[in-house]
């Protein structure tokens, strides 16, 4: 017999989210004095050199926030019904941006010609990041509906809705942001909440087929994405080819064990984006190759144990949600090291829960929230005659072979 009766949350994923977090932030601290003078000196800005650490330490203290209130205040049961207003919503902001950088406003920031961020008083909001956690929501509840009632892999009832959404996400982030790392991520999770829909092998193949081709597309059609491809097969010019090779040069650099924390040459303005896009090289300049094994071994943890939740979970709702969430920091932390090592053109994403930035930290620790919370009410296996009120005080998550459930099945066995 299984039971789906709620018990302890996966405390591991919250210790690793929370490993990582302690170790951007002492990255941060390190680097930022560096960033700061770099800034104050090259643009004629007046940063303070504890501005960035500061700023990263609130972006820390509002992503936990964020993360405890999807993991305890939010209930899962609840989601539906903020599916698609919250979908809606992200799109709209995107498009606000796109009119608000269309008409020159000053609510739209723009930097090297790409308009991403919305200013909201004294700080900044990218739509793109709630958009990644709208579609990771919307969709999981879409296509748990359409499961139920048998409309899976139709063309009007299923594929019409996702390709107009999964298509105006990649237009608004893509062509009308210059933002391909957001669009990779964006294509990642829905291909992945795809693989476990229920559709045809082949509907899943031609849709790998049509992504590949509008790819090659949209790289075609970009000069500078085109010339990021020169520079990566060795035909691009020097400077094209100067992001790569530094961070390859401090991930070199550390060696072994590092040459320790404040010691960084590339953050002195050597590599462009060291607290953004490019920590893991100054991560590798730092701790060096056993501090990188160390943190890719953090992610690894999360990555599996997030796999766990939705292999065990009862509820095909509940498996779709932590497949994208699983599909989004993934295509996150392959791209940002892939790119920094040289294994692929640099895409410019951040790393996951590590890199400088408020906007991503929050809204992929409230993804991750949901899945803590998921985490509770993964199916176990129930011996005849046990008294289960006996083991609802043990720690750790009771994960046991997966039987199926339907979308209700979680609400059913709680009751």
Known sequence: MVRVRKHKSDR??????????????????????????????????????????????????IALAV??????????EKL???AKPLM????????GLWFLAEIHSPLAICELGACRWLRIGGSSFQPAELLKLGLVIYLADFIATKKQEGTIGKVKDFWVPI????????????????????????????LGVLLISGISLKQYLAALAVVGLAGVAVIVSSPYRLQRVFTFVGTGDNDSSYHVENAMMAIGTGGLTGVGIGNSVQATGYLPESINDSV???????????????????????????????????????????????????MHVVANIMSMT?????????????????????????????????????EREVIKNEDIS???????????????????SRNQNTR
Not at 67 to 76: D, G, I, N, S
Request: glycine share 12%.
């Open 342 to 378: 040289g294994l692929i053109p640099v895409t410019g994403v951040t790393l996951p829960l590590l890199s400088y930035g408020g906007t991503s930290m929050m809204f992929i620790s409230a993804g991750l929230g949901l899945v803590m919370q998921l985490s509770c009410y993964t």
């Open 390 to 408: 006996s083991r609802r005080g043990l720690g750790g998550t009771h994960y046991a072979s997966r039987r199926g459930g339907t979308r209700d």
């Open 12 to 61: 591991i994923i919250l210790y690793a989210i929370l490993t990582l977090m302690a170790i951007g932030l002492v990255i941060i601290y390190a680097i930022g004095p560096m960033r700061a003078n770099l800034l104050n000196s090259a643009y004629g800005m007046s940063y303070e050199s504890d501005y960035f650490f500061k700023h990263h330490l609130l972006s820390v203290g």
């Open 163 to 190: 390709v107009t959404v999964w298509g105006l996400s990649l237009f608004l982030v893509i062509v009308k942001q210059s933002d391909l790392g957001t669009g990779l991520a964006i294509i990642a999770i829905v």
């Open 67 to 76: 993360f405890f209130a999807a993991f305890k205040l939010f209930p899962y």
């Open 80 to 82: 539906h019904n903020i």
């Open 88 to 95: 809606i919503v992200a799109l709209l902001a995107s498009v």
């Open 280 to 330: 893991f090289a100054i991560l590798g300049e730092t701790f060096g190759f056993v501090g990188l094994l160390v943190i890719l071994g953090i992610f690894a943890v999360i990555m599996h144990r997030i796999l766990k939740v939705s292999e065990m979970s009862a509820d095909l709702e509940a498996r779709l949600i932590a497949v994208g969430m699983f599909a989004w920091m993934a």
